[in-house]
């Protein structure tokens, strides 16, 4: 029967053999050796700046109860060095190449996307907006509404590819931001980046990572997650990539009933590089099993009896 299995997933005008990929920044050309990307349903680099970045100071990453903190910094090599040498090499593949964008105003995303999504080889654009806004207050654009609505919109402009817009979970109400940029015209919505933490060494007393705060991503989140992906999909018709704590095909298939069409794999490639396959399996083995050939027709089917989503 697994042959028989429909795994596909449709991003705008994007289709994708099936709904894994990675989370950009727990991927990289490195990982060639260990599996075959052209067995993914995307691959998404590293965010990508317009300027060469060093990225923040070390300790970068720690180890936190049933996850990690990071603080990288969204170290880059800048946009030259990324259609010189990091397009060219994902157009080996057949698998459809998802670029991650980040910048520190409007204009530089606008100016960015231009020039990533006319290239060659560019299935769609990642925008992300949980990045801080250097022309404003500092906050994420993904923290305003408006600015989200904005920002996707300008973007919108310069390129007919697939948007995504990569949302941030450190909002009040996410299903704001998640509306904001399908107003603004993006074709899907990634449920989210990773939640603001900190760690402290009780020794030294010193923050465990460089930056003092960084992002919490690895099992810890997924309740979290899995709710946020449930309220936005209430909200929006646009389809959505879960994205956080995703460790086994069980916590994607719960992602997928909560209302994701695809997930994004990342802490659990740092604990087995072979993550994402042992997930797709995983994910063909759960279909077989409840006789479903159709990974769509899990999409949003959690069956609650109630439509309470304020908690207790």
Do not use: W
């Not at 990533?116 to 949980?130: K, Q, R």
């Not at 973007?155 to 590819?161: I, N």
């Not at 923050?207 to 929006?236: C, D, E, F, T, W």
């Not at 590089?273 to 089917?301: F, N």
């Amino acid at each position: 029967m697994t042959s028989k299995l429909d795994l596909c997933v449709r991003i705008g005008s994007l289709t994708l053999p099936n709904p894994i990929m990675p989370a950009s920044g727990a991927f990289g050309e490195d990982m060639e050796d260990i599996i075959d990307f052209n067995l993914l349903g995307a691959v998404v680099p590293k965010s990508i700046t317009k300027h060469p970045r060093k990225g923040n100071a070390t300790p970068r990453v720690c180890e936190t109860p049933a996850g990690m903190i990071n603080s990288i910094g969204i170290q880059s090599k800048g946009i030259h060095y990324y259609m010189e040498n990091v397009i060219p090499y994902y157009r080996l593949y057949q698998t459809p190449l998802i670029s991650s964008i980040s910048a520190d105003s409007i204009e530089e995303f606008v100016e960015m996307a231009g020039i990533i999504a006319g290239t060659d080889g560019v299935a769609a654009l990642e925008l992300n907006i949980s990045c801080p806004n250097l022309k404003g207050n500092g906050a994420a654009f993904g923290m305003d509404a408006q600015l989200t609505r904005e920002l996707i919109r300008e973007v919108r402009q310069v390129t007919d590819k697939p948007l995504i817009a990569k949302l941030t979970p450190n909002v009040t109400s996410i299903q704001e931001i998640a509306s904001a940029a399908e107003e603004g015209g993006a074709d899907g919505l990634n449920v989210a980046n990773t939640m603001l933490a900190m760690a402290i060494d009780v020794h030294t007393r010193k923050p465990r990572i460089g930056n003092v705060l960084g992002g919490l991503s690895g099992p810890a989140v997924k309740p979290i997650i899995v709710r946020m992906i449930y309220q936005v999909h209430q909200v929006s018709s646009l389809p959505i990539i879960g994205c956080g704590g995703v460790m086994n095909g069980e916590d994607a298939i719960e992602m997928i009933l909560a209302g994701a069409s695809a997930v994004q794999v990342g802490t659990a490639s740092f604990v087995q590089p072979t993550a994402m396959l042992d997930i797709l399996e995983e994910i063909k083995q759960y279909m077989v099993q409840y006789e479903i050939t159709d990974i769509k027709s899990l999409v949003g089917q959690v069956v609650t009896g109630k439509h309470n989503t304020e908690g207790c």
